[in-house]
T-cell receptor
Framework: SAVISQKPSRDICQRGTSLTIQCQVDSQVTMMFWYRQQPGQSLTLIATANQGSEATYESGFVIDKFPISRPNLTFSTLTVSNMSPEDSSIYLC???????????FGQGTRLTVV | GQNIDQPTEMTATEGAIVQINCTYQTSGFNGLFWYQQHAGEAPTFLSYNVLDGLEEKGRFSSFLSRSKGYSYLLLKELQMKDSASYLCAVKDSNYQLIWGAGTKLIIKP
């Protein structure tokens, strides 16, 4: 299993500013996943973060908008840059500790851009 | 492409039984997961099926047929707290999780 501490749990930000979300895992994991979930929608994968290499971004998401750091095997950050109201969403980090295990999630960050 | 289909919304009565279906077409298969998500919260794991058949966990059961690309989540003795979204997810050949859009379950008294 894995326990993930995600911060902040919520924030209200001005458009044009940036917010960095942090996730700390209680065990070492190879990959960490960052998701966005807009109201009433399912999970959309933003990127996969590997330690020691650049994150892999899904179609529609770019590094300039969502830079990710992965300095070690237990920690990652996602920055939402130059925010607009369309970025208002819940952001979730997740890990899958093994091939045959389920995904574990952080508590989520509810972001509102005004 | 990879695709997971589940109904958008379902309504059921407290105390009754409800079945939420999930069909999938993915590049390979390494297991199917069901998650529950209450509004404003992170998803929580319910069940995992990798072999055909029924897995039972208390009031919740999950069924898998790999040949049909089909699963269902069965919820018995429904309680008001079961009102949530239920997400179906499949691990593909690269062990990547492919997520369904989720089924919003509304429980009425």
């Amino acid at each position: 299993s894995a326990v993930i501490s995600q911060k902040p749990s919520r924030d209200i930000c001005q458009r044009g500013t940036s917010l960095t979300i942090q996730c700390q895992v209680d065990s070492q994991v190879t990959m960490m996943f960052w998701y966005r979930q807009q109201p009433g929608q399912s999970l959309t994968l933003i990127a996969t973060a590997n330690q020691g290499s650049e994150a892999t971004y899904e179609s529609g998401f770019v590094i300039d908008k969502f830079p990710i750091s992965r300095p070690n095997l237990t920690f990652s950050t996602l920055t939402v840059s130059n925010m607009s109201p369309e970025d208002s969403s819940i952001y979730l980090c997740s890990v899958v500790p093994g091939e045959w295990t389920e995904a574990f999630f952080g508590q989520g960050t509810r972001l509102t851009v005004v | 492409g990879q695709n997971i289909d589940q109904p958008t919304e379902m309504t059921a009565t407290e105390g009754a039984i409800v079945q939420i279906n999930c069909t999938y077409q993915t590049s390979g298969f390494n297991g199917l997961f069901w998650y529950q998500q209450h509004a404003g919260e992170a998803p929580t794991f319910l069940s995992y099926n990798v072999l055909d058949g029924l897995e039972e966990k208390g009031r919740f059961s999950s069924f898998l047929s790999r040949s049909k690309g089909y699963s269902y989540l069965l919820l018995k003795e429904l309680q008001m707290k079961d009102s949530a979204s239920y997400l179906c997810a499949v691990k593909d050949s690269n062990y990547q999780l492919i997520w369904g859009a989720g089924t919003k379950l509304i429980i009425k008294p």
